[in-house]
């Protein structure tokens, strides 16, 4: 809808309103009389309804029913957050907060997020900036969950409870990765919080309602179903969003996302969406994952995430024919890290991980969740498939470190390179000078210096740069080895090559 269809709507409302009285008057369509009554017609003595009929507006009045008790509870503890910040007039991330850069000159939504309190005027000429986004309280004490984005730059953040009373806060304390905050409030008197659900028993199909504050309309409520579950998007490091239909605008940022019990199975806090409203398609962060950042948050400061060692990528269907899979569910491993947790429990590259501690990895995000969640120095039983077996393996994570990078390759020259016309690559071999500029010092392989347009290496993303470390499970560090290799490999049916850039391996395949 643009812009001014709002505007036109909301005036043609009005007009049409007036014709109707207009009409009603000047056609003589009420009786003029006095003492005329109204005979209303009351549902005294009920409906007569087929079976059928009272059976559906049972189910219906039913699921009503149950819309209302989960409102109602978890209603109290919802809260709406304003954001204030000082920032330059020429900055504008903040001065609208959430709101669409096409709603952005709309008198209606600038009330809400260009204003002040009530309406009022920012002070500072237009330096003090207004964003508006949602919260809700998991403890008593007044602790409140809500997005980063909502809190992100602001210098003071005003929350307005249920009962409309107002705390004026400093205090809180962000993750970016998941896109996670906690807010404290000092509050007289316990504050109502939110019942906690499980996010890992809800199901797509599962009914849920957001709350929040979509473009400064507090206490809304939507309804909607669960569409899709461990969801990325690309907008975090950290991702496995819950999608739902539930309509969700800017503004409902931070706010619950609960169940038909009323309890919070994740926090509001994306919409994909080409015009900036609603269009079915929203996302929160599990609850499960919101209340594990949360407590780290509270208890560190910052988040402590267990670290693995190795780097993963999702199967598809040409990936699970080339390891002999008859799925494609888990994570593949790509590379293992010297000296980490994984390679000290004997993981290899081409491993497959189907489950974690009891828990089933359907792809690398579920698996990246688990482990970072996972308790450091305990035993975390990890199953894997490795050359079509199943094996079981334990290991002991440890907190990441923080020099975990994936530089980006430089592209260089390099003597001597071999042509393998049908994939359509020119290799070299790695020396320890072109290994240093790419930042691979202790990897083996042959580099990529040439790629042919249109070739099926090309087809498969190869570029320069990239280096080949294996041709599908046999290492190749020469020329030779990379030519042997390919004798016993099928260009038709597919070539797997393990290939690296930076310190991040995948698994390609190239094909006729």
């Known amino acids: 809808m643009k812009l001014t269809s709002f505007k036109g709507m909301a005036a043609g409302l009005v007009l049409s309103a007036v014709g109707v009285a207009a009409s009603g008057f000047t056609t003589g369509a009420l ?84 204003n002040g309190p009530e309406g009022q005027p920012n002070s500072s000429e237009g330096q003090q900036r207004i964003g508006m986004g949602s919260g809700v309280i998991v403890d008593e004490s007044g602790i409140i969950l809500t997005n980063n984005h909502v809190v992100n730059g602001a210098d003071k953040l005003l929350i307005k409870l249920h009962d409309g009373r107002e705390f004026e806060t400093t205090e809180w304390k962000t993750d970016p990765k998941s896109d996670i905050a906690v807010v404290k409030i000092n509050s007289p008197t316990s504050l109502p919080a939110a019942t906690i659900g499980n996010s890992d028993k809800i199901d797509i199909g599962d009914w849920v309602l957001a709350v929040g504050a979509p473009f400064g309309l507090d206490e809304t ?49 994306a919409i994909s969406s080409t015009s900036g409203g609603y269009q079915g398609i929203g996302f929160a962060v599990p609850v499960n994952l919101a209340r594990w950042v949360g407590d780290e948050l509270m208890a560190h400061g910052t988040v402590q995430r267990a670290f693995l060692g190795v780097g993963i990528q999702p199967i598809d269907d040409t990936l699970s ?32 991980v189907v489950e974690f501690d009891g828990m089933a990895i359907r792809r690398p995000s579920e698996l990246q969740g688990r482990v970072e969640r996972a308790a450091v120095n305990e035993a975390h039983k990890v199953v894997l498939i490795r050359d079509g077996k199943t094996v079981t393996v334990e290991v002991r994570v440890e907190v990441m470190p923080t020099n975990v990078s994936v530089p980006e390759p430089v592209k260089t020259e390099t003597a001597a390179p071999s042509e393998f016309n049908g994939l359509g690559l020119q290799l070299s071999e790695l020396n320890a000078d072109v290994a240093k500029q790419l930042g691979m010092e202790n990897v083996t392989g042959l580099v990529i210096t040439g790629v042919r347009a249109g070739s099926p290496a090309d087809s498969a993303g190869l570029t320069d740069g990239i280096v080949i470390s294996k041709v599908g499970h046999t290492a190749v560090k020469s020329l030779a080895d990379f030519s042997a290799a390919m004798k016993s490999v099928s260009l038709k049916d597919g070539v797997l090559l393990l290939v690296r850039v930076g310190e991040a391996s995948r698994f390609v395949v190239i094909k006729e």
């Open 221 to 269: 409520v939507t309804a909607g179903i669960i569409s899709a579950k461990s969801r990325g998007i690309g907008i975090t490091a950290r991702e496995e969003f819950l999608q739902t239909d539930a309509a969700i605008n800017p503004g409902n940022s931070g706010g619950p996302l609960v169940n038909l019990d009323g309890e919070l199975v994740g926090i509001n806090t």
């Open 321 to 352: 024919k080339q390891f002999g899979l008859n799925t494609v569910k888990g994570a593949v491993v790509t590379d293992v890290r010297p000296g980490s947790p994984a390679a000290i429990a004997g993981l290899q590259s081409g491993d497959v």
């Open 31 to 114: 009786p003029a009389t006095s003492g005329s009554t109204i005979h209303w017609t009351d549902n005294t003595a009920g409906d007569k309804e087929s079976d059928q009929q009272a059976a559906s507006h049972n189910f219906a009045k039913s699921l009503s029913t149950a819309f209302r008790g989960a409102s109602e509870k978890v209603m109290p503890s919802v809260v709406t957050i304003q954001s204030t910040a000082t920032q330059s007039p020429s900055s504008d991330s903040a001065q609208h907060g959430q709101l669409p850069e096409e709603l952005r000159d709309n008198p209606l939504f600038k009330r809400f997020f260009e």
